[in-house]
């Protein structure tokens, strides 16, 4: 990545403060996360899921716990 | 004065139900040994002791009356400083954080009080519970009592040193990627991280969503499940949490061990990385003890270790970056250097990695369930070098990665140390049990048979104490 290519995402991360006061940490993040993700595994099939799912019965099933216990006993 | 200080959690309930022990007198003596050891080992970041003698002259009205409602009752116990106690500011070891004043309890906290245990103070971490050691921050880093100026692990490192040193007989640490087993792992005391949901996070400073486990850390087995029982339990507001029942964590810690079975997972320390001699021979030579005990211990393979490390990084970093956005973005000069460093990676992270991280994390929970089928446990490192010295930069930076704690967060598996020896320096060496989900009992038993086979746990540090 150029410095160009570097100015321009740190401004979209909205780090431009981070990234005056304190040249070369924005660098060596993007850098260590590079490298976390080229150890990621990439024979993932596409119907392996992620761990955690968005799951409506638990969804709803917690909102109303959480409602009831909030809501004071009559 | 010293048999106070590190009297077990069970022997003290007993003592005080028979009228032999006051609360108000443990606690004075406790308060009193946090002041004179903490200017040396710096495990607080705010002792509370109005609070406290509120607490344990209630708890010695109760036992006057002859009211005993809980094993914790009169028990003092600290918070890792992410963990709300209402009225108390919640720090998270950062000066971004030193005025925040929690208006309620962590429910954990809420658990502990109503047991009637005593609240002694919050505890020092790595700033947000993971930029540690720094000596950037408000308050400087614990130090490990085994040493004197070493390491203690972390980030729950206050938990650990103040209950090392018989400052408390009980804490509570954080565990997202290993910080209630480091620290308990390297201050020679037993740590606990539950099963994914066993525990409320609410009221909690989050590092990683799915990854928080919030844990029990003592000086004994019995003392740890005594106290994973008052905190475990389903809390609906906590959206991790899980509805399962809670079942009696002691049931089984008197039985013997014959028969059980119990995988050893050799390749995290002796081929994916290469531990220690000392750490390698004192995990060996505790398998040959379980062995000795009667267990069946075969070897057995898991994933390559660094298939979880990258998993877990990979989360934590992504989620980590997202809680901490907008303070990195309005105010990143009131973090530490390496607390802003290790949460900035998380900028870096694609949406699609994080995605395959999570993918991954239930690949990695399928091979771990299927090499553990028929086991009833597995033995393994937890850390794999004895402490460090703290002012080491270097070597801390080295052996930070170099650890077997972060598959069971990836896995949720509950997940226990325990001491296991001393190094050749005399720095504390540990093991790691590790159980099938929700099976916290079983990891109880088989960590309190080797605990008491072996006479690790009743060694005490060389304390220093600050002479006014």
Redesign the interface.
Known sequence: MDQDETQSLVTT???S??AA??PG??E???????S??E????D?HWS?????VFNANLFTA?LF??K??QEPHS | MTELAYLSIIDAARMMAEGDLSPVELCQELLARIERLDPTYHAFIKPTPELALTAARAAERKFASGQVESLLQGIPFGLKDIIDLSGVATTCHSKLFADHVAHKDAAVTACLKTAGAIPMGKLSTHEFAIGGPSFDLPWPPAVNPWGGAHFPGGSSSGSGVAVASGMLPAALGTDTGGSVRNPASMCAIVGMKATYGRVSRRGVFPLAYSLDHIGPMTRTVADNAALLQVLAGHDAEDPGSADIAVPDFSAEIAKDIKGLKIGHVRHFYDGDEVAHPDMSRAIDDAADTLRRLGAEVREISLPALSEYATCNRTIIGSEAYAIHRKFLQEQPGDYGALGRQRILTGAGILAADYIDALRLRARLKKKTEAAMAGLDCIITASGLDPAPRLDDAEENARIYPRQCRQPFNVTGQPALVLPAGFSSEGLPLAIQLVGHAWQETRVYRIAHAYEQATAWHKRRPPIKETTH
């Open positions: 991360l909205g780090l403060q981070l006061e304190r940490e924005i060596r993040a993007l850098d260590n996360a590079r976390l993700a150890r990621i595994p990439r993932l392996d899921e992620p761990a955690h917690n716990a959480a009831a216990q």
